[in-house]
């Protein structure tokens, strides 16, 4: 089944407590984002990757890190979590930007709260 | 700037009832338009999209026209189901990396 994997779904932690947040796609997709969605804010892009090895900010990079070392993963990192980090995250992935597809494949969420 | 303006929810309406969500959008050049739907714990997912003027994207029941003239892409369902309760998202995409502009979403409850 073709699909977006993240974990994990749900996590509580502290301030500081270094975490990653996994992503996987099944689907040989060349693109990758990240997202966060807040109430009142709608979806936000954290960082984004066009192919293996090649990443770049989106509108709130801060405090997130992200690598792109293989096609079907992209980890996202939080090296020192505070609780403005508290949101729903979701990674999406989509076949190519560049033929204007603009169809993205979400996961299913996680939900992280930091304390 | 690019931007997308939904109309504010919560949206409530009964079974059956006929349902439009507006969408505007500021965009340079000819952006593709998309209605993404979240549905309750779950993430989101392309409803319907429309990639030059005039075409209608459609898809469950729901439709809507690419309406350059007024910039706009409004959601029409004639006949909603409880199953349609979700979160309503439009967006373009934009410029040279066909970036996605995102609304903020419009929630819709139906009622038996």
């Known amino acids: 089944e073709a699909q977006v994997t993240q974990n994990p779904r749900y996590l509580i932690t502290v301030t500081g407590k270094k975490l990653t947040v996994t992503c996987s796609q099944n689907?040989?997709?060349?693109?990758m984002s990240w997202y966060r969605q807040d109430p009142g804010l709608g979806l936000r892009q954290i960082y984004y990757?066009?192919?293996?090895?090649?990443?770049d900010k989106g509108d709130v990079p801060e405090g997130y890190k992200v690598s792109r070392k293989e096609k079907r993963n992209f980890p996202l990192i939080l090296e020192s979590p505070s609780p403005n980090q508290t949101s729903l995250y979701f990674c999406?992935?989509?076949?190519?930007?560049?033929?204007?597809?603009?169809?993205?494949?979400f996961g299913e969420g996680s939900r992280l709260t930091v304390l | 700037g690019d931007s997308v303006t939904q109309m504010e929810g919560p949206v409530t309406l009964s079974e059956e009832a006929f349902l439009t969500i507006n969408c505007t959008y500021t965009?340079?050049?000819?952006?593709?338009l998309f209605w993404y739907v979240q549905y309750p714990g779950e993430g989101l997912q392309l409803l319907l999209k429309?990639?030059?003027a005039d075409d209608k994207g459609s898809n469950k029941g729901f439709e809507a026209t690419y309406r350059k003239e007024t910039t706009s892409f409004h959601l029409e369902k004639g006949s909603v189901q409880v199953s349609d309760s979700a979160v309503y998202f439009c967006?373009?995409?934009?410029?040279?990396?066909?970036?996605?502009?995102w609304g903020l979403g419009t929630s819709l409850a139906v009622n038996p």
């Open positions: 990757s066009m192919n293996v090895e090649v990443t």
């Open positions: 689907m040989n997709h060349e693109y």
């Open positions: 429309a990639t030059k």
């Open positions: 999406a992935s989509s076949p190519y930007m560049g033929g204007n597809t603009g169809e993205l494949f």
């Open positions: 965009a340079t050049g000819y952006p593709s």
């Open positions: 967006a373009f995409s934009a410029g040279n990396n066909r970036k996605l502009i």
